[in-house]
């Protein structure tokens, strides 16, 4: 399951694609949260891409965001303060 409840919130395990067309939630895979993200691998402009996107859909500030494994590769565990998992799933439509 990608999305698990954290005692500080909620871990997601994602999979992020750099350089997509645009940001979006595209399904799962292996797994894990598939997330394409508009902006390149390159001085961590993805992460922070990555970060903004989850805070706006899911309604939390950014610093609730947090890359807690995964900064420099595709597979990334997230963890977000302050929600449950049912309210991120169903702002993720997933």
Known sequence: MPVRADPDGVLMDLWV?????????AGVRDGALKVRVAAPPVDGEANNALVRFLAKKVG????????????GG???TVRLRGV???AVRAALGV
């Open 84 to 86: 449950t998992p049912d």
């Open 60 to 71: 939390i500030p950014r610093r609730d965001v947090t890359i807690v494994r995964g900064q």
């Open 74 to 76: 595709r597979r990334k």
């Open 17 to 25: 694609q750099p350089r997509a067309g645009r940001t979006a939630v």
